[in-house]
């Protein structure tokens, strides 16, 4: 690819393909905007690891063609990341269908034994969090919700706002 000597060229290749796609990401995040790695929902999720596997990829091209077919899906997955982001907003309907809903775990210092068990989640997970938010005693914790993109909020103090809690699913306890 660039040169005869196979171990100049594993090595150029490496430092120019790398460096290349890495230029190509930053660009393509540059156009889509902030957004593009917010891990905000699900679907960010995985286009932020979609994105590391095809930067991998480009990496270890081994022709030209490998490497533009590499590009081309990098610019794809930003553009359907930029198509699902308006949708979501312009559509309710379809915001339900792709996102999941965010679980509460805990309410009121009390664990809910059903929505740990739904989201297979367990109690010693839970209360690493719940040191982790520096939460002193379990009656200070108003609640505790595993997130759209499977981060565990804890919410803990004197009170908390119902309209914190808008939108999660609450399993019977």
């Not at 664990?111 to 209360?127: G, P, Y």
């Amino acid at each position: 690819m660039f040169s005869e000597n196979q171990t100049i060229d594993l090595f150029l290749r490496g430092l120019i393909l790398t460096s290349t796609g890495l230029v190509w990401v930053v660009i393509l995040t540059r156009i889509n905007g902030l957004r593009s790695f917010s891990k905000m929902t699900s679907f960010d999720f995985v286009m932020t690891v979609a994105v590391g596997s095809l930067l991998a990829g480009a990496a270890q091209s081994t022709s030209w063609g490998a490497f533009g077919q590499t590009s081309t899906a990098l610019a794809t997955l930003f553009l359907v990341q930029c198509f699902v982001a308006r949708l979501r907003t312009s559509s309710g309907t379809f915001e339900d269908l792709i996102q999941n809903e965010p679980v509460i775990l805990m309410r009121d210092g009390d664990f809910i034994e059903k929505a740990l068990q739904d989201t297979r989640v367990t109690k010693s997970d839970l209360i690493a969090k719940l040191r982790e938010a520096n939460v002193l005693d379990f009656s200070d914790v108003r609640a505790v919700v595993l997130e759209t993109t499977g981060d565990i909020s804890v919410l803990h103090g004197d009170s908390c706002a119902e309209s914190l809690l808008e939108g999660t699913k609450r399993p019977d306890q």
